[in-house]
């Protein structure tokens, strides 16, 4: 038997989903939105202070090879929490596949840790690091894009349906 306070709780859900789980999302995806821009701006950092150190006179500069070095690892590594924090909400709320969320946090962290111990370095550990966050980001828009179809009137949704559709199916095909 549904109650008053029931009734108005079902009336704020949004397609099954709560307000407070909502506005989790959203924040997950902020949150893997910064992710994105620390790794451009690792990127960024390697080729920027990479090129100036192979210029011959700056050769000798340690801040500058220091920077080259570890400036790029230590912003892929900020990346690895808002990862793990995306990567818990879209496995607490089903936004991917489960065993999808499980393999790409698993095999990560089993090619950083393995790095890290028998090869002495982070580098392929934190390339795929690299990826993950990526992977989450087309998990949210996907999400949102649901949320947003399925505000649309049902006249309008067959036609933004076949829409999207369209568009996934060129996406696919051009990649």
Same mark, same amino acid.
């Given at each position: ?22 506005? &989790?999302?959203?924040?997950?995806? &902020? ?60 496995? /607490?709320? /089903? ?24 090869? #002495?370095?982070? *580098?392929?550990?934190?390339?795929? *690091? ?11 828009? &996907? ?7 399925? #505000? ?5 949704? #067959? ?17």
């Amino acid at each position: 038997m549904t109650t008053v306070s029931n009734q108005a709780l079902q009336n704020k859900t949004q397609h099954g989903f709560a307000p407070l789980a909502i506005a &989790r999302i959203k924040g997950a995806q &902020r949150a893997n939105q910064i992710a994105i821009y620390l790794i451009y701006a690792a990127i960024i950092a390697f080729m920027v202070f990479g090129t100036i150190a192979s210029i011959k006179a700056f050769h000798d500069n340690q801040l500058l090879y220091q920077l080259f070095y570890n400036l790029p690892y230590a912003l892929m590594a900020l990346t690895i929490p808002l990862t793990l924090y995306d990567a818990f909400i879209i496995y /607490r709320y /089903r936004l991917n596949q489960t065993s999808m969320v499980i393999m790409t946090i698993g095999v990560s962290s089993i090619i950083l840790i393995g790095g890290l111990l028998f090869a #002495d370095t982070a *580098w392929l550990g934190l390339a795929s *690091w690299l990826g993950v966050a990526f992977l989450f980001k087309v998990s949210f828009k &996907r999400f949102f894009d649901f949320l947003a179809i399925a #505000d649309l009137p049902e006249t309008k949704k #067959d036609s933004e349906n076949d829409k999207t559709i369209l568009a996934a199916d060129a996406e696919n095909i051009s990649l």
